[in-house]
Protein backbone atom coordinates (compact mmCIF):
# COMPACT_ATOMS: atom_id res chain seq x y z
CA UNK A 1 0.00 0.00 0.00
CA UNK A 2 1.15 3.58 -0.76
CA UNK A 3 -0.37 6.83 -0.26
CA UNK A 4 0.87 9.57 -3.47
CA UNK A 5 -0.53 12.37 -5.01
CA UNK A 6 -3.05 12.48 -7.69
CA UNK A 7 -2.05 13.15 -11.41
CA UNK A 8 -4.65 14.62 -13.77
CA UNK A 9 -4.37 10.69 -15.87
CA UNK A 10 -6.78 10.25 -12.56
CA UNK A 11 -9.40 12.42 -12.41
CA UNK A 12 -11.99 9.97 -14.64
CA UNK A 13 -11.54 7.66 -11.64
CA UNK A 14 -11.71 9.65 -9.22
CA UNK A 15 -14.99 11.36 -10.87
CA UNK A 16 -16.08 7.92 -11.13
CA UNK A 17 -15.67 7.00 -6.84
CA UNK A 18 -17.49 10.59 -6.15
CA UNK A 19 -19.95 9.31 -7.99
CA UNK A 20 -20.12 6.04 -6.30
CA UNK A 21 -19.86 7.73 -2.85
CA UNK A 22 -22.55 10.27 -3.80
CA UNK A 23 -24.99 7.17 -4.15
CA UNK A 24 -23.44 5.13 -1.48
CA UNK A 25 -24.72 8.66 0.62
CA UNK A 26 -27.83 8.79 -0.48
CA UNK A 27 -28.76 5.15 1.13
CA UNK A 28 -27.17 5.98 4.03
CA UNK A 29 -28.72 9.30 4.87
CA UNK A 30 -30.90 12.49 3.79
CA UNK A 31 -27.04 14.29 2.64
CA UNK A 32 -25.01 13.82 0.04
CA UNK A 33 -22.35 15.74 -2.47
CA UNK A 34 -23.35 17.37 -5.59
CA UNK A 35 -21.28 16.76 -8.02
CA UNK A 36 -17.35 18.13 -8.33
CA UNK A 37 -16.33 20.39 -11.03
CA UNK A 38 -13.52 18.71 -12.90
CA UNK A 39 -11.38 21.91 -13.26
CA UNK A 40 -11.55 22.24 -9.46
CA UNK A 41 -9.99 18.78 -9.47
CA UNK A 42 -7.19 19.40 -11.82
CA UNK A 43 -6.38 22.73 -10.05
CA UNK A 44 -5.73 20.70 -6.48
CA UNK A 45 -4.11 18.06 -8.44
CA UNK A 46 -0.91 20.78 -10.03
CA UNK A 47 -1.48 21.92 -6.07
CA UNK A 48 -0.28 18.81 -4.87
CA UNK A 49 -3.07 18.34 -2.28
CA UNK A 50 -5.15 15.27 -4.02
CA UNK A 51 -4.10 12.39 -2.54
CA UNK A 52 -4.61 8.62 -3.70
CA UNK A 53 -4.06 5.23 -1.75
CA UNK A 54 -2.87 2.46 -3.95
CA UNK A 55 -2.82 -1.16 -2.91
CA UNK A 56 -1.46 -4.06 -6.05
CA UNK A 57 -1.56 -0.71 -8.85
CA UNK A 58 -5.72 -0.28 -7.89
CA UNK A 59 -6.64 3.34 -6.91
CA UNK A 60 -8.65 1.86 -3.42
CA UNK A 61 -9.30 5.60 -1.68
CA UNK A 62 -8.41 9.44 -2.44
CA UNK A 63 -8.71 12.45 -0.17
CA UNK A 64 -8.04 16.11 -0.29
CA UNK A 65 -5.44 17.87 2.19
CA UNK A 66 -5.67 22.02 2.81
CA UNK A 67 -3.96 23.73 4.83
CA UNK A 68 -6.03 26.87 5.57
CA UNK A 69 -9.64 26.35 6.08
CA UNK A 70 -10.85 29.86 7.66
CA UNK A 71 -14.52 29.50 6.42
CA UNK A 72 -15.49 26.33 8.76
CA UNK A 73 -12.92 26.48 11.47
CA UNK A 74 -12.84 30.56 12.39
CA UNK A 75 -10.09 31.54 15.09
CA UNK A 76 -8.98 27.94 14.86
CA UNK A 77 -8.20 28.39 11.62
CA UNK A 78 -5.00 30.33 13.20
CA UNK A 79 -3.05 26.58 14.28
CA UNK A 80 -1.06 25.15 12.15
CA UNK A 81 -3.30 22.46 11.09
CA UNK A 82 -3.41 19.89 7.85
CA UNK A 83 -7.40 19.75 7.50
CA UNK A 84 -8.58 16.31 5.30
CA UNK A 85 -11.28 16.86 3.44
CA UNK A 86 -13.36 14.33 0.81
CA UNK A 87 -12.09 10.49 1.93
CA UNK A 88 -13.60 8.24 -0.33
CA UNK A 89 -12.89 4.96 -0.98
CA UNK A 90 -13.59 2.81 -3.86
CA UNK A 91 -17.09 0.55 -3.00
CA UNK A 92 -14.62 -2.96 -3.57
CA UNK A 93 -12.60 -1.79 -0.94
CA UNK A 94 -14.61 -0.52 1.92
CA UNK A 95 -13.90 -1.77 5.50
CA UNK A 96 -10.28 -1.48 5.54
CA UNK A 97 -9.64 1.07 7.42
CA UNK A 98 -8.09 3.39 4.89
CA UNK A 99 -9.12 6.24 7.43
CA UNK A 100 -6.90 5.20 9.64
CA UNK A 101 -4.57 4.47 7.19
CA UNK A 102 -4.76 8.51 6.42
CA UNK A 103 -4.36 9.22 10.12
CA UNK A 104 -1.21 7.72 10.45
CA UNK A 105 0.29 9.35 7.08
CA UNK A 106 -1.47 12.27 7.96
CA UNK A 107 0.84 12.70 11.09
CA UNK A 108 3.81 12.13 9.39
CA UNK A 109 2.61 14.68 7.13
CA UNK A 110 1.75 17.36 9.80
CA UNK A 111 5.46 16.57 11.39
CA UNK A 112 6.94 17.18 8.65
CA UNK A 113 5.46 20.76 7.58
CA UNK A 114 5.19 21.57 11.00
CA UNK A 115 1.53 21.29 11.90
CA UNK A 116 0.02 20.92 15.36
CA UNK A 117 -3.93 19.46 14.55
CA UNK A 118 -4.95 17.36 11.50
CA UNK A 119 -8.49 18.30 11.48
CA UNK A 120 -11.60 17.33 9.41
CA UNK A 121 -15.28 18.15 9.46
CA UNK A 122 -18.47 16.26 8.25
CA UNK A 123 -22.02 16.72 8.21
CA UNK A 124 -23.18 17.68 12.01
CA UNK A 125 -26.66 15.15 11.70
CA UNK A 126 -24.61 12.16 10.99
CA UNK A 127 -24.04 10.14 14.34
CA UNK A 128 -23.06 7.24 12.82
CA UNK A 129 -20.12 9.23 10.86
CA UNK A 130 -19.45 11.15 14.35
CA UNK A 131 -19.00 8.24 16.02
CA UNK A 132 -16.87 6.59 13.87
CA UNK A 133 -14.67 9.24 13.51
CA UNK A 134 -14.41 9.31 17.15
CA UNK A 135 -13.24 5.52 16.96
CA UNK A 136 -10.43 6.65 14.74
CA UNK A 137 -8.59 8.50 17.11
CA UNK A 138 -10.23 12.53 16.55
CA UNK A 139 -11.47 14.42 19.60
CA UNK A 140 -14.88 16.22 18.61
CA UNK A 141 -14.88 19.33 19.05
CA UNK A 142 -18.94 21.44 18.09
CA UNK A 143 -21.61 21.27 15.65
CA UNK A 144 -21.50 24.69 13.49
CA UNK A 145 -22.82 26.12 11.11
CA UNK A 146 -20.71 28.00 8.32
CA UNK A 147 -21.73 31.58 7.46
CA UNK A 148 -22.74 31.67 4.06
CA UNK A 149 -19.95 32.47 1.63
CA UNK A 150 -18.79 32.19 -1.56
CA UNK A 151 -15.64 30.82 -0.48
CA UNK A 152 -17.45 27.32 0.12
CA UNK A 153 -18.38 24.95 -2.19
CA UNK A 154 -22.53 25.11 -2.40
CA UNK A 155 -22.85 21.91 -0.50
CA UNK A 156 -21.79 23.44 2.50
CA UNK A 157 -24.70 26.33 1.96
CA UNK A 158 -26.79 25.78 5.31
CA UNK A 159 -25.86 22.44 6.92
CA UNK A 160 -24.10 22.27 10.20
CA UNK A 161 -20.94 20.33 10.24
CA UNK A 162 -19.38 18.45 13.35
CA UNK A 163 -15.62 19.76 13.84
CA UNK A 164 -12.70 17.06 14.69
CA UNK A 165 -8.95 17.36 15.58
CA UNK A 166 -6.00 15.04 16.25
CA UNK A 167 -3.37 17.08 18.31
CA UNK A 168 0.12 15.77 16.78
CA UNK A 169 2.91 14.83 19.40
Known amino acids: MQITNCTIADIPMMLSLYDAARE ?72 NNYTSKIIDWAKEHSRRLDKQFIRMDTWGDNPKLIEYYKKCGFTFLEIITPDTTTDLPDYYSCISLSLFEIKID
Open 24 to 95: YQKEKSNRHWQSFDPAMIKIEIEERRQWKIVDNDTIVCIFLTVYDDPFIWGVRNNDPSVYIHRIVTHPNHRG
